[in-house]
């Protein structure tokens, strides 16, 4: 047999193969809705995660014995879960509704065929096994009209995007609409440069695209100066224009699965900041929905608090009583009520809980404007991780350990340093002018360790004017002379009275940070390392301890407790945000974490609310932060140079009002 035919030979097989695997899969989901079905009648949750893991480790062990790598079978699993957990939320969401079950639907959505917002409304009806009439809309307010006249049964609207952030006009058009959330679904935005065939991005000249994907493509864009940008009113229109056009100058940005309807090319892939681009999508309709109890469910509300001091946490701490997770706080102005905001809240329960229902009739009290916006089904699905030993990379030495760690922890539970038992004074941290704990409230900038020799007095400067009072460095282990570097602006830090804080990223970075920081930040990324802890518990100088965003409060004490078990006592803690089950990349300001580890704790703590927050939410989250009695904050500025200033005036107005 020759070559030619051999290979055909293989590649025919691999075709049959490919073949039976779509069958079984098929068969699988189908499967997985008759567990959905069982799950009806005795009202068990949709997840059990225990299952899962055992479910994965024995597939990995079977995937090992037949030559297969452990990632790769988890990571083709992790998938084939998240389909039948999705699978199996639609069925059971469906047979409690069944007055909106219908063979088709009328989606409106924004701009045309191609556009992300009808991709994301494909893959929702494709998930419901229904057709969808699709309806384009120009603006937000069209998809809302069309859905509130009837000429829509659903609307989707992109509520936020990990990379530029929460969209304020969404918020604004859900003020005042009587139209009820019913669902949320999310999808990864591949941000690509689409041109018609045999075009090179040397040609370009002009890019279409909508303000959003400009946004978050802002670096790639910020490379090629000789692009002429063109506004779009959505990505569809973009590839339209370029497919209209006789230009081959011309581009747009858009999806290559959106482009390949205006028979356009991706000529260039990833354009996005971030690696990860996701963009979430709600799901309005006339009619609210119930939700079963045994799906995870969210509740969206907006309320408006009364303008005394405190007035939002008191509303939060309401939420902290009845154990409701907020995993997203929102703040948008009020229309003719100058400085008056309204707060968009997404709460991670069920309406129908009794403790949903106790803490609205205690928000009802004290709010002067509270309306419930919906309840649907959360389609986050969390990917269920194994262990190292799990995945058989290393000896399975846990249970051992667990134990020997457990008898710890009893033998010492009542001797923990940081706890008020054994210390019944707050602890304060002084270092020159910056004071934290016992009263005190400081503010820190944590900025990239410039670059040019010219930016450092400068920076320093309007950092000190704008009301900080130390300069956290990061970024050493990305500069080639990065000692020099900290010299340099470590002067003009001092020169204008304001503090070096060096965070350390990297375990190796340690030495020269401990030389040349007046304190230290241990990243939460290094939280579990305990030798890098154990040798800055041996340091005389001020540490600041990050919180893991994957770490219990629990966890991050006893983190806390090796540094100070090794002498040094100046120890600060700092709250970053959390990773939770509603968002795989952003974080969520775990506030409650606050409030307890003020309860438990004579550490000074931090908050660093800007991994957690939009530039519209900073200012509501330092503040909540600021009155539920943190010690201070952590304001980050980005790398680019060029959004200095404008983060400046952000962060100089928070420090304003929290002074004030």
Same mark, same amino acid.
């Given at each position: 047999?020759?070559?030619?035919?051999? %290979?055909?030979?293989?590649?025919?097989?691999?075709?049959?193969?490919?073949?039976?695997?779509?069958?079984?899969?098929?068969? =699988?989901?189908?499967?997985?809705?008759?567990?959905?079905?069982?799950?009806?009648?005795?009202?068990?949750?949709?997840?059990?995660?225990?299952?899962?893991?055992?479910?994965?480790?024995?597939?990995?062990?079977?995937?090992?014995?037949?030559?297969?790598?452990?990632?790769?079978?988890?990571?083709?699993?992790?998938?084939?879960?998240?389909?039948?957990?999705?699978?199996?939320?639609?069925?059971?969401?469906?047979?409690?509704?069944?007055?909106?079950?219908?063979? @088709?639907?009328?989606?409106?959505?924004?701009?045309? =065929?191609?556009?992300?917002?009808?991709?994301?409304?494909?893959?929702?009806?494709?998930?419901?096994?229904?057709?969808?009439?699709?309806?384009?809309?120009?603006?937000?307010?069209?998809?809302?009209?069309?859905?509130?006249?009837?000429?829509?049964?659903?609307?989707?609207? /992109?509520?936020?995007?990990?990379?530029?952030?929460?969209?304020?006009?969404?918020?604004?058009?859900?003020?005042?609409?009587?139209?009820?959330?019913?669902?949320?679904?999310?999808?990864?935005?591949?941000?690509?440069?689409?041109?018609?065939?045999?075009?090179?991005?040397?040609?370009?000249?002009?890019?279409?695209?909508?303000?959003?994907?400009?946004?978050?493509?802002?670096?790639?864009?910020?490379?090629?100066?000789?692009?002429?940008?063109?506004?779009?009113?959505?990505?569809?229109? *973009?590839?339209?224009?370029?497919?209209? $056009?006789?230009?081959? $100058?011309? +581009?747009?940005?858009?999806?290559?699965?959106?482009?390949?309807?205006?028979?356009?090319?991706?000529?260039?892939?990833?354009?996005?900041?971030?690696?990860?681009? @996701?963009?979430?999508?709600?799901?309005?309709?006339?009619?609210?929905?119930? !939700?079963?109890?045994?799906?995870?469910?969210?509740?969206?509300?907006?309320?408006?608090?009364?303008?005394? /001091?405190?007035?939002? !946490?008191?509303?939060?701490?309401?939420?902290?009583?009845?154990?409701?997770?907020? $995993?997203?706080?929102?703040?948008? /102005?009020?229309?003719?009520?100058?400085?008056?905001?309204?707060?968009?809240?997404?709460?991670?329960?069920?309406?129908?809980?009794?403790?949903?229902?106790?803490?609205?009739?205690?928000?009802?009290?004290?709010?002067?404007?509270?309306?419930?916006?919906?309840?649907?089904?959360?389609?986050?699905?969390?990917?269920?991780?194994?262990?190292?030993?799990?995945?058989?990379?290393?000896?399975?030495?846990?249970?051992?350990?667990?134990?020997?760690?457990?008898?710890?922890?009893?033998?010492?539970?009542?001797?923990? =340093?940081?706890?008020?038992?054994?210390?019944?004074?707050?602890? @304060?941290?002084?270092?020159?002018?910056?004071?934290?704990?016992?009263?005190?409230?400081?503010?820190?900038?944590?900025?990239?360790?410039?670059?040019?020799?010219?930016?450092?007095?400068?920076?320093?400067?309007?950092?000190?004017?704008?009301?900080?009072?130390?300069?956290?460095?990061?970024?050493? $282990?990305?500069?080639?002379?990065?000692?020099?570097?900290?010299? *340099?602006?470590?002067?003009?830090?001092?020169?204008?009275?304001?503090?070096?804080?060096?965070?350390?990223?990297?375990?190796?970075?340690?030495?020269?940070?401990?030389?040349?920081?007046?304190?230290?930040?241990?990243?939460?990324?290094?939280?579990?390392?305990?030798?890098?802890?154990?040798? !800055?518990?041996?340091?005389?100088?001020?540490?600041?301890?990050?919180?893991?965003?994957?770490?219990?409060?629990?966890?991050?004490?006893?983190?806390?407790? !090796?540094?100070?078990?090794?002498?040094?006592?100046? %120890?600060?803690?700092?709250?970053?945000?959390?990773?939770?089950?509603?968002?795989?990349?952003?974080?969520?300001?775990?506030?409650? +974490?606050?409030?307890?580890?003020?309860?438990?704790?004579?550490?000074?703590?931090?908050?660093?609310?800007?991994?957690?927050?939009?530039?519209?939410?900073?200012?509501?989250?330092?503040?909540?932060?600021?009155?539920?009695?943190?010690?201070?904050?952590?304001?980050?500025?980005?790398?680019?140079?060029?959004?200095?200033?404008?983060?400046?005036?952000?962060?100089?107005?928070?420090?304003? =009002?929290?002074?004030?």
């Amino acid at each position: 047999m020759s070559k030619p035919q051999a %290979l055909n030979q293989t590649r025919e097989q691999i075709t049959a193969l490919d073949k039976e695997l779509l069958s079984l899969l098929a068969k =699988r989901r189908n499967l997985s809705l008759d567990v959905a079905r069982s799950k009806e009648v005795d009202i068990r949750p949709i997840r059990d995660t225990q299952r899962e893991k055992e479910l994965l480790a024995r597939l990995v062990k079977e995937g090992r014995n037949q030559g297969l790598d452990a990632h790769y079978v988890i990571s083709l699993y992790q998938n084939i879960i998240e389909d039948s957990v999705l699978s199996q939320q639609a069925y059971l969401q469906g047979r409690a509704n069944p007055d909106s079950q219908k063979q @088709q639907y009328c989606v409106a959505y924004l701009g045309a =065929r191609g556009s992300y917002s009808y991709l994301a409304a494909s893959r929702y009806c494709d998930r419901r096994q229904v057709d969808m009439q699709d309806l384009g809309c120009k603006s937000f307010d069209e998809i809302i009209q069309s859905v509130e006249s009837g000429h829509a049964d659903y609307g989707f609207l /992109p509520i936020e995007n990990t990379s530029s952030g929460s969209i304020n006009e969404v918020y604004d058009v859900l003020q005042h609409t009587s139209l009820a959330i019913v669902g949320e679904t999310t999808i990864e935005v591949d941000h690509c440069l689409l041109a018609k065939g045999g075009s090179t991005t040397k040609e370009i000249k002009t890019v279409y695209a909508h303000p959003q994907p400009i946004s978050q493509c802002s670096r790639y864009l910020s490379l090629h100066p000789e692009f002429k940008l063109e506004y779009c009113s959505s990505s569809a229109e *973009a590839m339209d224009r370029v497919m209209q $056009s006789d230009d081959s $100058s011309v +581009a747009a940005i858009g999806s290559a699965e959106g482009g390949a309807l205006y028979q356009l090319e991706a000529i260039q892939n990833e354009l996005a900041n971030q690696k990860i681009n @996701q963009s979430r999508f709600i799901v309005v309709a006339r009619k609210a929905i119930a !939700v079963p109890k045994q799906l995870p469910a969210k509740t969206t509300l907006i309320m408006a608090t009364g303008q005394k /001091p405190g007035a939002l !946490v008191e509303a939060l701490l309401v939420l902290k009583a009845h154990n409701l997770n907020m $995993s997203k706080l929102e703040s948008r /102005p009020i229309p003719g009520t100058p400085w008056e905001e309204m707060f968009y809240l997404d709460l991670d329960a069920n309406l129908s809980s009794s403790e949903m229902q106790s803490a609205l009739k205690e928000l009802e009290r004290i709010t002067r404007f509270i309306k419930v916006l919906g309840c649907y089904p959360c389609e986050t699905v969390n990917p269920t991780q194994l262990s190292n030993s799990q995945l058989m990379i290393e000896p399975d030495t846990s249970r051992a350990h667990n134990v020997d760690n457990s008898r710890d922890k009893q033998a010492n539970s009542r001797h923990l =340093r940081s706890a008020k038992e054994h210390k019944q004074d707050a602890t @304060q941290i002084s270092s020159g002018q910056l004071q934290i704990g016992d009263g005190q409230f400081g503010a820190l900038a944590l900025v990239s360790l410039p670059q040019e020799n010219e930016l450092f007095s400068q920076k320093a400067k309007s950092l000190k004017e704008a009301g900080f009072q130390a300069v956290i460095l990061e970024g050493l $282990s990305r500069q080639h002379n990065a000692e020099h570097n900290i010299i *340099a602006f470590k002067k003009s830090l001092y020169q204008f009275g304001l503090q070096c804080i060096i965070s350390v990223e990297h375990e190796v970075e340690l030495k020269l940070a401990a030389e040349h920081g007046t304190l230290l930040l241990i990243t939460g990324k290094q939280m579990h390392n305990h030798s890098l802890l154990k040798q !800055v518990g041996s340091l005389h100088m001020p540490v600041i301890l990050e919180r893991n965003t994957m770490a219990s409060v629990e966890e991050y004490i006893d983190a806390a407790e !090796v540094i100070l078990s090794q002498g040094n006592q100046q %120890l600060i803690l700092c709250e970053s945000g959390i990773r939770t089950f509603n968002d795989s990349v952003k974080p969520v300001l775990d506030l409650a +974490a606050l409030v307890e580890l003020k309860e438990l704790s004579h550490l000074p703590i931090l908050v660093n609310p800007s991994y957690a927050s939009t530039p519209t939410t900073l200012m509501a989250h330092s503040i909540a932060a600021k009155q539920l009695a943190a010690d201070g904050l952590i304001l980050n500025f980005s790398s680019n140079n060029d959004a200095f200033d404008t983060e400046l005036q952000l962060h100089c107005e928070i420090l304003r =009002r929290l002074y004030q």
